[in-house]
Nanobody, 121 residues
Framework: QVQLVESGGGLVQEGGSLRLSCAAS????????MGWFRQAPGKEREFVAAMGRDGTRTGYGESVKGRFTISRDNAKNTMYLQMNSLKPEDTAIYYC??????????????WGQGTQVTVSS
């Protein structure tokens, strides 16, 4: 079983950038499909980005395409989400997720505790 801990959230101005990190322990992330979800107050949880278990296949939610980039460093057992050109509507709690399948399911098996991202206008 893998444990996930997010970091890197915070307050940023519109147009700015943040990089979220997800440190995994217990198992190596190379054996998992990984991804990010987010949830804003009063809204449903939203898919943000995912990377297949082999690390070569990625996918993004429509609202973040072209602005966010998912990556991982197997040596550090850490996944990242680089967020550029941030908008106020990106404000949410961001969750790191992992799944033992080849690609992330709509409801992944493992979740971190979340990190808050707030974008001011």
């Amino acid at each position: 079983q893998v444990q996930l801990v997010e970091s890197g959230g915070g307050l940023v101005q519109e147009g700015g950038s943040l990089r979220l990190s997800c440190a995994a322990s217990g198992r190596t992330i190379s054996t998992y499909a990984m991804g990010w979800f987010r949830q804003a107050p009063g809204k449903e949880r939203e898919f943000v980005a995912a990377m297949g278990r082999d690390g070569t296949r990625t996918g993004y939610g429509e609202s973040v395409k072209g602005r966010f980039t998912i990556s991982r460093d197997n040596a550090k057992n850490t996944m990242y989400l680089q967020m550029n050109s941030l908008k106020p509507e990106d404000t949410a709690i961001y969750y790191c997720t992992a799944d033992s399948l080849t690609y992330l399911r709509a409801q992944p098996e493992y979740w971190g505790q979340g990190t808050q991202v707030t974008v001011s206008s």
